[in-house]
Structures are given as C-alpha cells and as structure tokens.
C-alpha cells in the first residue's frame, strides 16, 4: 500500500481525519493545546485513557471508537517517561513502534504529535515515516493509497518551518525507499541516473566515472570490487555550490554496495540475505544532497556516490590480488568481502585530490564489528577532530540519528593490515582490537592528501530495523550542516 504523507496545520488535519492518533508523554498528552484538539465526546475520559497506559522504556496505546453516522478512532500512544543522555529526547524509536499497525488501510489519518519543544520536531516526524514504509511490490490491492498527515503541538510553542520539517522527513523516506530496494530495481546503473535525476531536478553539476574508466582513472579499489558483475562499478560525485559561497566545503561520502555476495569470499546462505541494504551509507548521501539543495543551504557540498556490486564471476577480484588505489597506495586483498572500505578509501581519496573540503564525511554499512560495539540504534562514528565528535554526538541526538564516538587511535590499529608484499591488506589480523576502529582506519589511511577533519560514520546497524530500511544517516547529515561550532 502506498502512503502519503505530509505535515499539516492541527485544525485542518483534526477536522478531516477518521482516525486521530496523539503521541506524547503523559504531561503533555494532557494538556489543554491537546484536549481542545480531541472530539467532545470523549475528553471527560481522556485522563482515565492516558492513564490506563504504563509506558515502561517503549511506550504503550490504548483506542476508543466514536459513534456516528461514519464512525471514526481515536488512538493514544504514551511515549516512555525515562529518556537517557544517550538518547534522543523525542524518543523517536518509541513513536516508529507505537505507530505500527494503527494507521487505517482506508480514510484519512491524523498523527498529532504533543511535543515538549519544538526542536524535537525533525525527530518525532521522521520517526513517523519510519512507520510507513515507502516501499512496496505488493500486488493486492493495486490502487490502494492512503493519506497521513502529522500535525505538530509543542510546549514552548516556538514557531514550525514546516517546509524545512517536510524535507527532513521526505530525505528520510528516500533513504529507506533506496534501501529497501531490491538490486534487481537498484543496480548501479539505475543508481547513476537516479543521480543524474537528481541533480537536474535540483539544478546540481554532477559527473559520472563508471565501467573500465575507472581503472583507467587509477580507482582501483572500486574497480576491483565491481568488475565481475553485469551492471559494472560507478563513481558519481554531485557537486552545489551557493550563490554566497561563505559557507563550508562539506565532502559527504558515501558506499553505495547495492549487492554485496562477499565476492569469492562468499557469504552463508543465512548472512546472505539483506544485502541489498549494503549502500544505506549512499542512499542517505543522495537523500540529504537532494535536500539540502533544496533547502538553500549556504555551504557547499561535494557528494560522492561509490556504487559498485560485489558479485562473484571470472573477473572477481581474487584473495592475494594486489590492488593499486586511487591514493597511489597498494592493498594486497585478504578478504573479498571487506569490500566496503575499499570502494571508500577511492572515494576519500578522489574527493581530497580534486577538491578542498572543510571536512570529509564517510558514510557506509560497514562492519557487523559496529553492532557489538556501540549498538543497533546508535552508529559508531570515529573522527579525528574532537570538536566535530562533539557536535556530531549532539546532532545525533537532535535529528533522531543516534551516533556514539569509537575509538580514534590510528597507531594502535595500523599494525593490523601489515602485509609481507603490499602497503597494506583491507581486513584485519586480529579480529579482537577494535575491529570497527580499525575498518574506519583503513580508510584514513588513503586520505594522503589531506589533514582537516575526518568523520568517519559506520551504520550497519541503523540502517535497517528488521528487515525495512529507516532511512538513517540522511536527517544527521543534513543536522550536521547546520550544527553549532
């Protein structure tokens, strides 16, 4: 079924709506912004359904029916009452689980959203989304589509850029659309003129290295990962520039593995599946870009889609190949499916030779080592700048993108792709020392020709939640463009 959705005014949306769901904690589910808002009929025992609610850490709902000649449901859905420091304070995970299954197949629904500041908006829309997934091959009912629409009430009553709020939540839904398509649909070469859709939609310059060229051009590390499919490896680098040009160079790259076999180093038959999600790092890059265009932002951003299919053929690359990157530094490749980090050290590298960006910013499903270190709701980030850590952490916490610092040590992790023939190997000797630090090093180790700030973000495990795509990384880049130095 297809969704629609849109962020409206409380009226408007109250009145048309057969199915009204408020989403708050306690306090603010009962406060008089929200009783105004709920029909007549049931507001003397609004508090006794609030109440009847116990939250516990995911948040809990109860429904009533109204009567009528078209009757219609109301829904409440109490957010947890603890939040950590570690979390957002939206409590967005709880609005996407409160969510599931109570959006009507027919009519109209409201989704009001009793907020404690408006600055949580960005989060609690998004996670909206996360609700509704965009996409779908179902067959039954064809012509199904349903509208949803989220009206917003915050306790400070600060004013809502409901513009900017809808390119948020859209970028979002983009990123776990891409995600959650099959490579069937999303091969490389559909990826590069969804790129190039892109670009002449939002009035960006956008150049394209793909097939042999690549080689030609010294990417050798995206080359070798691509060769041996059928839809051959591509380099997209989107490029805006503002009008002022005052702003940052912002270098966003992201791995863009639209399948992901393991390559001769092949994958079981159960960790097979999902790989189709193996370039969440350059849906969020192109979701964000496309966004961030649109919403005017006076900084400049570079952004470097790195797409290749890791498949297995006669021209795979091969354990014991030596390959030759575009840093001009050699990797001798012990693992075929450590695929990620060298599609990446091209990009950093490419982008850093040819450009001069403030700050490098690498997305990428990289390591399942990510999942055991900081989680599946938070992204492992490591940075070499501390400031940009710091505001990375609270941008996190802002826009929903939870992300949590690993580890920047490049002395203690080095060793670990020492080789006998090469500069160095792309997997690691010892699995036990910081295995997602030192993936993340590997491509520090191909930024050669650069020494400005590097954020290195891996979101394996927030990318997916379950087996849909949430469109993680987009609402964090497009945070990060406006976050406090």
Same mark, same amino acid.
């Given at each position: 079924?297809?969704?629609?959705?849109?962020?409206?005014?409380?009226? *408007?949306?109250?009145?048309?709506?057969?199915?009204?769901?408020?989403?708050?904690?306690?306090?603010?589910?009962?406060?008089?912004?929200?009783?105004?808002?709920?029909?007549?009929?049931?507001?003397?025992?609004?508090?006794?359904?609030?109440?009847?609610?116990?939250?516990?850490?995911?948040?809990?709902?109860?429904?009533?029916?109204?009567?009528?000649?078209?009757?219609?449901?109301?829904?409440?859905?109490?957010?947890?009452?603890?939040?950590?420091?570690?979390?957002?304070?939206?409590?967005?995970?709880?609005?996407?689980?409160?969510?599931?299954?109570?959006?009507?197949?027919?009519?109209?629904?409201? =989704?009001?959203?009793?907020?404690?500041?408006?600055?949580?908006?960005?989060?609690?829309?998004?996670?909206?989304?996360?609700?509704?997934?965009?996409?779908? &091959?179902?067959?039954?009912?064809?012509?199904?589509?349903?509208?949803?629409?989220?009206?917003?009430?915050?306790?400070?009553?600060?004013?809502?850029?409901?513009?900017?709020?809808?390119?948020?939540?859209?970028?979002?839904?983009?990123?776990? &659309?891409?995600?959650?398509?099959?490579?069937?649909?999303?091969?490389?070469?559909?990826? =590069?003129?969804?790129?190039?859709?892109?670009?002449?939609?939002?009035?960006?310059?956008?150049?394209?290295?793909?097939?042999?060229?690549?080689?030609?051009?010294?990417? $050798?590390?995206?080359?070798?990962?691509?060769?041996?499919?059928?839809?051959?490896?591509?380099?997209?680098?989107?490029?805006?520039?503002?009008?002022?040009?005052?702003?940052?160079?912002?270098?966003?790259?992201?791995?863009?593995? =639209?399948?992901?076999?393991?390559?001769?180093?092949?994958?079981?038959?159960?960790?097979?599946?999902?790989?189709?999600?193996?370039?969440?790092?350059?849906?969020?890059?192109? *979701?964000?870009?496309?966004?961030?265009?649109?919403?005017?932002?006076?900084?400049?951003?570079?952004?470097?889609?790195?797409?290749?299919?890791?498949?297995?053929?006669?021209?795979?690359?091969?354990?014991?190949?030596?390959?030759?990157?575009?840093?001009?530094?050699?990797?001798?490749?012990?693992?075929?499916?450590?695929?990620?980090?060298?599609?990446?050290?091209?990009?950093?590298?490419?982008?850093?030779?040819?450009?001069?960006?403030?700050?490098?910013?690498?997305?990428?499903?990289?390591? $399942?080592?990510?999942?055991? *270190?900081?989680?599946?709701?938070?992204?492992?980030?490591?940075?070499?700048?501390?400031?940009?850590?710091?505001?990375?952490?609270?941008? $996190?916490?802002?826009?929903?993108?939870?992300?949590?610092?690993?580890?920047?040590?490049?002395?203690?992790?080095?060793?670990?792709?020492?080789?006998?023939? *090469?500069?160095?190997?792309?997997?690691?000797?010892?699995?036990?020392?910081?295995?997602?630090?030192?993936?993340?090093?590997?491509?520090?180790?191909?930024?050669?020709?650069?020494?400005?700030?590097?954020?290195?973000?891996?979101?394996? $495990?927030?990318?997916?939640?379950?087996?849909?795509?949430?469109?993680?990384?987009?609402?964090?880049?497009?945070?990060?463009?406006?976050?406090?130095?």
């Amino acid at each position: 079924m297809q969704t629609d959705i849109q962020i409206v005014e409380l009226t *408007a949306a109250v009145n048309a709506a057969s199915t009204r769901i408020y989403i708050g904690r306690r306090d603010y589910l009962l406060s008089d912004a929200i009783i105004a808002s709920i029909p007549h009929e049931i507001q003397d025992r609004w508090e006794t359904m609030v109440d009847a609610c116990s939250p516990g850490d995911a948040g809990k709902s109860t429904e009533t029916w109204l009567a009528g000649t078209s009757p219609s449901k109301v829904v409440v859905g109490v957010l947890p009452e603890e939040c950590s420091r570690h979390n957002c304070a939206a409590r967005p995970h709880s609005i996407t689980t409160l969510l599931k299954g109570k959006i009507s197949a027919e009519g109209e629904t409201c =989704v009001i959203l009793a907020l404690e500041e408006a600055s949580h908006a960005i989060a609690a829309t998004s996670a909206v989304a996360r609700a509704l997934p965009a996409y779908t &091959r179902k067959t039954a009912p064809v012509q199904a589509r349903r509208r949803v629409n989220i009206a917003l009430i915050a306790d400070d009553e600060q004013p809502y850029d409901v513009d900017q709020l809808q390119l948020h939540m859209d970028a979002n839904r983009l990123a776990a &659309r891409l995600v959650d398509t099959p490579a069937s649909e999303l091969h490389t070469e559909a990826f =590069v003129e969804l790129a190039r859709e892109t670009a002449a939609h939002v009035g960006a310059e956008i150049s394209v290295l793909e097939g042999e060229s690549l080689a030609h051009a010294g990417l $050798g590390g995206l080359w070798g990962v691509g060769k041996a499919s059928t839809h051959l490896p591509a380099l997209v680098v989107l490029d805006h520039v503002p009008e002022d040009g005052n702003g940052l160079t912002f270098g966003w790259v992201g791995k863009g593995i =639209v399948y992901d076999t393991g390559g001769l180093s092949i994958k079981s038959k159960t960790g097979m599946p999902g790989m189709k999600t193996d370039m969440g790092g350059a849906a969020a890059v192109l *979701a964000a870009f496309r966004a961030a265009v649109k919403l005017e932002t006076g900084h400049r951003i570079i952004a470097l889609l790195c797409l290749a299919e890791n498949s297995v053929g006669p021209d795979a690359t091969r354990p014991d190949d030596i390959l030759t990157m575009y840093s001009g530094l050699t990797v001798e490749v012990n693992n075929t499916d450590a695929e990620g980090r060298l599609v990446l050290a091209d990009g950093v590298a490419y982008l850093t030779r040819h450009y001069s960006p403030d700050i490098v910013i690498d997305l990428a499903t990289l390591t $399942g080592a990510q999942l055991v *270190a900081t989680g599946q709701r938070h992204a492992g980030i490591v940075c070499n700048d501390e400031n940009w850590e710091k505001r990375t952490v609270l941008t $996190g916490r802002r826009t929903g993108d939870l992300v949590h610092p690993l580890p920047y040590c490049p002395e203690f992790y080095r060793k670990e792709f020492k080789s006998a023939v *090469a500069d160095m190997k792309n997997s690691v000797k010892d699995r036990m020392n910081a295995q997602t630090s030192c993936a993340a090093q590997f491509v520090g180790n191909h930024l050669v020709d650069y020494q400005g700030p590097w954020l290195h973000i891996d979101l394996a $495990g927030p990318a997916t939640d379950g087996e849909r795509g949430t469109g993680y990384g987009a609402n964090l880049l497009l945070g990060l463009l406006d976050a406090e130095a």
